[in-house]
Antibody
């Protein structure tokens, strides 16, 4: 069964740090881009960061650039998000999501969508 | 970065057709994807590449695209379809992923 399980969430003070983990199983982890997506309480989904299968390509949303670091360990089938200088507005449920991506030769377009999601881990930033 | 614009809410009666739109200039060149999220659950992709339906998603869910607007259509809405729906795409370079603000579908 294809599965993603996040862990590492918790309560942290503003300015503090936290490291999230996502354990993958049931598929060839290294073959997929992976993403972190968050959802603040009562709000919509916000893409946070993505990393290619080889870790060669890494991208961040402007809201977290310079504070968060995404990484992966393909030998351990694991995805990570190191979060530093945390702010109250970082409070959210953080989901890891597998990305199904490729090139459609019929339309000459690339595609990127998240086809497998974990259940999420909650991060609360509060004094 | 750019934004995908969705209506905050849509309401329909059971059996009717619900249409949820998503607009952005980049949608003329990038595919759109649709996710359903029920309370307390992770999102679930219901439409990918504008109009393709993953296995296991009911046929009443369909997608279409016209210029800079994509539309999720749910035909014969059922009570279980009540959820938040999000469109998602990428910027023109494929670097950033972006979600729309979400649309709450209410089944009256």
């Amino acid at each position: 069964e294809v599965q993603l399980v996040e862990s590492g969430g918790g309560l942290v003070k503003p300015g503090g740090s936290l490291r999230l983990s996502c354990a993958a199983s049931g598929f060839t982890f290294s073959s997929y881009n992976m993403n972190w997506v968050r959802q603040a309480p009562g709000k919509g989904l916000e893409w946070v960061s993505s990393i290619s299968g080889s870790s060669r390509y890494i991208y961040y949303a402007d809201s977290v650039k310079g504070r968060f670091t995404i990484s992966r360990d393909n030998a351990k089938n694991s995805l990570y998000l190191q979060m530093n200088s945390l702010r109250a507005e970082d409070t959210a449920v953080y989901y890891c999501a597998r990305e199904h991506s490729g090139y459609d030769s019929r339309t000459w377009r690339y595609y990127y969508y998240m086809d497998v999601w974990g259940k999420g881990t909650t991060v609360t930033v509060s004094s | 970065s750019y934004e995908l614009t969705q209506p905050p809410s849509v309401s329909v009666s059971p059996g009717q057709t619900a249409r949820i739109t998503c607009s952005a200039d980049a949608l003329a060149k990038q595919y759109a994807y649709w996710y359903q999220q029920k309370p307390g659950q992770a999102p679930l992709v219901v439409i990918y590449k504008d109009n393709e339906r993953p296995s296991g998603i009911p046929e009443r869910f369909s997608g279409s695209s016209s210029g800079t607007t994509v539309t999720l259509t749910i035909s014969g809405v059922q009570a279980e379809d009540e959820a938040d729906y999000y469109c998602q795409s990428a910027d023109s370079s494929g670097t950033y992923r972006v979600f729309g603000g979400g649309t709450k579908l209410t089944v009256l």
